[in-house]
Each structure stands twice: as C-alpha cells, then as structure tokens.
C-alpha cells in the first residue's frame, strides 16, 4: 500500500517516536511504501530549532532520529509529478491550503491515500469529495492487523 507523508506526519514522529504515528513510521516500512515530496526536507529544516525546543534534543539526537524517520520514506522530486496531478491538486487545496498542494499531486499521481495531521486539511478535501485520505487511526488498525497477521496471531 502507497501512503504519501505529509510534514505535519513526520514532525509528529520526530517529536514522539513512540507514538503511533512514530511506530506506523518506522515499523510500517514492512507493510507499507511511504512516499512524499522532496519538499518536506527542506520544512523539516526550517523548523529544526523549534523542534530541537520542544524535544530537548541535540543536535546530534535530533539528526538521529531525523534520519530514523526520513530513511523510511522515499523522496520524489516534484519535478516528476504529472501536469495533471498538479493541476487537480492545485484546484483541490487552493481555498484550503495551497502549501499542501504538492503532497496530493503525488497522492494522484502515484494513485495512493495521503496521510495527514492537518484536519484542515483533511476536512476540506472531504468536503470536496477527495476520497484518498487515511487517517493515522485507520492507518494504525491496519498496521497492527498487518502485524498480528505476519505473527499468525490472526
């Protein structure tokens, strides 16, 4: 299963590790091919120091588990996205929110569920009929199912 990453996902991970964002991040490579922007890198950064606040990290905590987390998701280069995904992405965040426009041109162009923390976000192309949406809810029921079934317990 494709699921795109958005950047509220992977600052969440990188904040708590042990949640279930965190562990669906970095246990869920297994079942799922995590995908985003090469966007998010350069958000990533940009926040660093507030991150590092919150955390308490180091710097070298924080690169460690930034690392953890980016070596579990494939970068695309926007450049790759087709002119149609992009147009439709464009229509579908532009009254919601126009810096989350490349995530959903990749969720339609790699035909995959954008996963997202931003309910903004996610309300608003609900709204708008956009039905690939997972929530970290729905994504955590089928990790642990995806999980209990590898060990036979299902």
């Known amino acids: 299963m494709k699921i795109i990453v958005d950047s509220n996902i992977v600052f969440s ?7 279930h964002i ?10 799922f091919d ?3 922007v090469d966007l998010l890198k350069v958000e ?14 180091t710097d070298a905590q924080f690169e460690e588990t930034y690392d953890l987390i980016i070596s579990k998701i494939r970068f695309v280069d926007d450049i790759l996205i087709s002119d ?3 147009r ?3 229509n579908l965040t532009k009254d919601i929110d126009e810096d989350d426009t490349l995530f959903v041109a990749l969720a339609d162009h790699l035909k995959s569920k954008l996963w997202t923390g931003d309910k ?11 039905p690939n949406i997972i929530t970290t809810t729905e994504l955590f029921d089928i990790f642990i199912k995806k ?5 036979g317990a299902l």
């Open 147 to 151: 999980k209990l079934k590898r060990k």
């Open 88 to 90: 439709n992405a464009i």
């Open 22 to 31: 965190g562990q669906i991040l970095i246990l869920g490579s297994t079942y």
């Open 44 to 57: 990533i950064t940009k926040h660093k120091s507030k991150i590092q606040k919150i955390t308490e990290f």
């Open 84 to 86: 149609k995904s992009l």
């Open 13 to 19: 991970a990188i904040l708590n590790t042990k949640s």
């Open 34 to 36: 995590f995908y985003t």
């Open 120 to 130: 903004v976000l996610e309300n608003g192309l609900r709204k708008l009929g956009y």
